[in-house]
């Protein structure tokens, strides 16, 4: 497997938000139906407008470790569900992520494939369209290009070209090492407080100079 994509399953969202605070970010009404999940791969594109025919033709399309990234057009159809997410799965695809619904939520449970979508509901749609797949796509108001990273977990979903993951994953890592120690800190019995710079960094902005929260771990 792609290394930074390993990498990036191994780190949280919010890590990566807090390395790069510019990190586009999905609409988080769009979130996960199975929890304590985490995925990251490149975006396999399409459109699904009530109509789950088009899913049938991205899970032949795409390659292993995709994200399916299914723009719906906010109508309120289930565009995929169990048998889908099964294929999905045997397929090697990384996700499936709907600005959207699905369906069949208890089965998707026991699959444990990565979705995230708005909701669930019991309506599917028809099956006349053949889908428009490989354009860019909105999803959660955040423009989705063919190939972009998108990385995902309980806490919501991020989506960039590769490289400004690259530029993130570092800083990340030293992140969550920082997070680790201050857990184990706590554990341990120390203070939150003593394991911060907050004394000193209130007192240089009441003083209006710069300064920023810093660990001492």
Do not use: W
């Not at 423009?143 to 979903?157: C, T």
């Not at 990340?172 to 003593?194: F, N, S, Y």
């Amino acid at each position: 497997m792609d290394s930074l994509i390993e990498r990036l399953r191994a780190v949280q969202v919010s890590s990566l938000c807090d390395a790069d605070k510019g990190l586009p970010v999905v609409d988080p009404a769009i979130r996960a139906m199975v929890p304590g999940l985490s995925f990251a791969g490149p975006a396999f594109t399409l459109l699904a407008y009530d109509d789950h025919l088009p899913m049938l033709g991205a899970l032949r399309a795409a390659e292993p470790g995709s994200v399916l990234v299914v723009a719906t057009n906010s109508l309120k159809k289930a565009v995929s569900g169990e048998l889908f997410a099964t294929e999905a799965q045997r397929r090697g695809m990384a996700a499936i992520v709907i600005d959207g619904y699905c369906r069949d939520l208890r089965g998707l449970r026991r699959i444990g494939l990565p979705v995230h979508a708005r909701g669930t509901t019991p309506m599917s749609g028809t099956t006349r369209d053949p889908g428009t797949f490989g354009r860019e796509v909105l999803l959660g108001r955040v423009r989705v290009a063919p190939g972009d990273l998108v990385v995902g977990d309980d806490d919501g979903i991020a989506v960039a070209p590769r490289g400004r993951f690259e530029a993130a994953i570092d800083a990340a890592e030293e992140i969550e090492r920082a997070e680790k120690a201050l857990l184990a800190g706590m554990a341990a019995g120390r203070e939150l407080h003593g394991m911060t710079n907050v004394d000193e960094h209130l007192a240089a902005l009441a003083r209006d100079e710069p300064s920023s929260l810093a660990f001492r771990v």
